[in-house]
């Protein structure tokens, strides 16, 4: 079935700020989930009515927000009571905008691709994760509302049942335990990939075929896609640990800088990938031409070996009759015997010079 999009034709010419969804369409209904939490306790609730959020907000601890589906009005409603600059609810919009990172005084925001592991032919799937920290809350937009692969099942597990630091820190180690989730299934998705392009590989040093040039450029295509995806993480992140914003304390800073060296590994990773791959298609291309080249190698040396004898049984094919042999009772054993001794000594020659 082909999947619904929506295309930014129709915004264009449009002011700045005008809220519209752009991309493909992975949600039909929004789905809103609240995660209240403080040291002593933890209240969860679902389908909370919008405008009881900042109320929420406004008691002792920290406040979750997950949304989960994109819709214009829905974003538009949470923006407003947030007070969110409407450039930032548009790119939250826009599933096609490059990872940023934005520090608007009362809060910060950032916008990310998450990538997991799944079983399809790409073997990983990708959506776009926008995050607000503020004073009390982070608020999360992720543009699917399905939970088979949810990127911040982990964080929601450790929330819900009181392990690690998050009850005891502020909003902003939420904010970090989130990012540093995303940047977890990055390495996920490279070990999937990873493991592809191995057995391609092995495949293509035993026996190289045409379907294989496929499997490499759609291998290809799909770094490509992750390069773009993990590379502005790096200026993200990085920004996070320079440590410029108030909303991030100083004991988070050190978990920012550990993300960030986390972040340099995915990359480099993805490098290697890609020059893997580029390196696996010329040892394709060198394969595909030795194999033709052992084969007109073959090819040339049962020619050749068949030259001479060619020129015997041509000879004798001449219509003369004053040819000797021709009477000879044993003529034809004898030709017959002379054309295998060609072919032999042929053979042991291209044998001795490592032709054959």
């Known amino acids: ?14 002011s700045p700020g005008t809220l519209m969804h752009i991309g493909e369409i992975r949600a039909e209904e929004v789905k809103l989930r609240v995660i209240h939490y403080n040291a002593e306790n933890i209240e969860e609730r679902e389908q909370l009515p919008l405008e009881q959020l900042p109320g929420l907000v406004a008691q002792p601890g920290v406040t979750w927000i997950d949304i989960q589906g994109l819709d214009a009005k829905v974003v538009a409603d949470v923006g407003s009571l947030f007070d969110v600059h409407p450039l930032i609810l548009e790119d939250i919009l826009n599933t096609n905008q490059r990872p940023k990172f ?12 998450s990538l997991t592991a799944s079983q399809d032919e790409a ?26 692969n949810d990127v911040f099942a982990g964080v929601y597990e450790r929330v819900v049942h009181g392990k690690g630091k998050l009850h005891t820190r502020r909003a902003d180690y939420l904010f970090y335990a989130l990012l540093d989730n995303l940047v977890d299934h990055y390495f996920l998705v490279l070990e999937e990939i990873g493991e592809k392009i191995e057995n391609v590989e092995e495949e293509i040093v035993a026996q190289p075929n045409p379907g294989l040039l496929q499997d490499l450029h759609r291998l290809k295509r799909e770094m490509i896609y992750i390069r773009k995806a993990v590379w502005p993480a790096r200026e993200l992140v990085g920004a996070l640990g320079r440590g410029e914003s108030a909303h991030i304390e ?45 084969i007109m190698k073959l090819l040339t040396i049962i020619s050749t070996i068949f030259i001479p004898l060619t020129f015997i049984a041509g000879v004798y094919g001449m ?26 000594t042929m053979a042991a020659y291209f044998r001795r010079r ?3």
């Open 354 to 356: 490592r032709w054959l």
């Open 1 to 14: 079935m082909r999947k619904k999009r929506r295309s930014i034709a129709p915004k264009v010419g449009l």
């Open 102 to 113: 934005e520090d608007y005084g009362e809060y910060l925001c950032i916008i990310a691709k």
């Open 123 to 148: 073997g990983y799937e990708s959506e776009q994760v926008s995050m607000i920290l503020g004073e009390g809350y982070v608020i999360s937009f992720r543009e699917s509302s399905a939970r088979a």
């Open 250 to 294: 100083e004991a988070t800073h050190i978990y920012l800088r550990d993300l960030y060296d986390h972040v340099i590994q995915v990359i480099e990773t993805v490098e290697i990938y890609r020059e893997m791959l580029s390196g696996m298609q010329d040892i394709y291309l060198s394969s595909i031409s030795n194999r033709m080249n052992e």
């Open 319 to 344: 219509n003369f009759e004053n040819m000797p042999e021709l009477k000879w009772q044993y003529g034809y054993y004898g030709v017959l015997s002379a054309m295998a001794l060609a072919a032999l």
